[in-house]
């Protein structure tokens, strides 16, 4: 399955949970550290180094400038670091059976400091090949 995203979004953290709906259950398949390096977080999620690094986009560390509050210090990096594009880009998840999947996008802007300042389009489309 292939996630593609539309101009100018900024990607922070991208999880992906195999679910089990009887149980409520799942586990982390995949996670990425959009615009970052390898990071292990406080509940012992790994998440890997953005997959994109040097092939599209630019990826960003103007956030490690912050404190983002409300995380754990040691997991700060993952909402401090970001890719963006001018165009459309996407990651490759690696779903190899039918099932129940949740995904979860983690955003934060660190780059606007007033309100109404970022300007951007959200398109969301998700593509599985048969």
């Not at 103007?62 to 990096?77: A, E, K, M, W």
């Not at 993952?78 to 099932?99: A, C, K, V, W």
């Amino acid at each position: 399955m292939t996630l593609y995203l539309w101009p100018i979004v900024c990607v922070v953290t991208l999880l992906v949970y195999c679910f089990d709906c009887a149980a409520g259950l799942g586990d982390v398949i995949y996670a990425i550290n959009a615009g970052g390096e390898t990071h292990t977080d406080s509940l012992g999620v790994r998440y890997e180094r953005d997959p994109l690094h040097g092939k599209v986009g630019t990826a960003s560390s103007y956030g490690t400038r912050l404190v983002i509050g409300r995380v754990p210090p040691n997991d700060q990096i993952l909402y401090q670091t970001e890719r963006y594009h001018h165009s459309t880009f996407g990651y490759d998840i690696p779903i190899n059976e039918d099932g129940d999947y949740v995904m979860i996008l983690k955003f934060c802007e660190v780059y606007f400091n007033a309100p109404n300042m970022k300007v951007s389009s959200r398109d969301w489309r998700l593509s599985q090949w048969c």
